[in-house]
């Protein structure tokens, strides 16, 4: 029923909204969210262009109904990966509500982890809304000793 296809530039509009509306439906309000979709669209561009940011959109019917990006971070060699300099980084993961529990996020999530272990990268990380740590915890993921400041 659902059909997968890499991210393209083309889709610059369609992962806005779905960064847009992840973040809305961990309860912020398209007000609070307008400045961050207004500046992550000029960020993204140039990323898509590169491939430096890349994922996957699934399709029913050839319409996007879920999406998720990739990226591969620098960072330091670190005892959990300690000969690699760079980490896999998945966000911007995104079901439309109609399309729910059907499997489609642990799909999307499959294509990332399996290009991740094609890409030979050790160490994957992301930040999970409310919502989705019950998705990753049940792929095996477990939280991290992530701190943050806001300044
Ligand atoms: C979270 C979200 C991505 C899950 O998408 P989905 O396609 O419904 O998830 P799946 O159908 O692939 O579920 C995979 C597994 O996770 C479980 N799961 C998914 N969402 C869950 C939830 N909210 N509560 C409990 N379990 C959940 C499913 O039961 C399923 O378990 P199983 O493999 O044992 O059957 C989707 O609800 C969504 O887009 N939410 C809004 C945006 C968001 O929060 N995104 C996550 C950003 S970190």
Known sequence: MYAFRPVTPGDLDLVCRHRHEMFKASGRSDEVLAPMTAAFRPWLEPRLASGAYFGW??????????????????????P????????????????????RGRGLAKALMELATDEARHR????MVLH???MGRPLYEGLGWRASSEMTLSL
């Open 80 to 99: 959990s990966h300690p000969e690699q300099g760079e980490r896999g980084y998945v966000l911007n993961v995104f079901v439309e509500p109609g399309h």
């Open 128 to 130: 999970a809304t409310q």
């Open 57 to 78: 959109i699934a399709l029913a019917d050839d319409a996007p109904v879920a999406g998720l990006g990739m990226m591969v971070i620098d960072w330091p060699p670190h």
């Open 120 to 123: 030979g990268i050790a160490y």
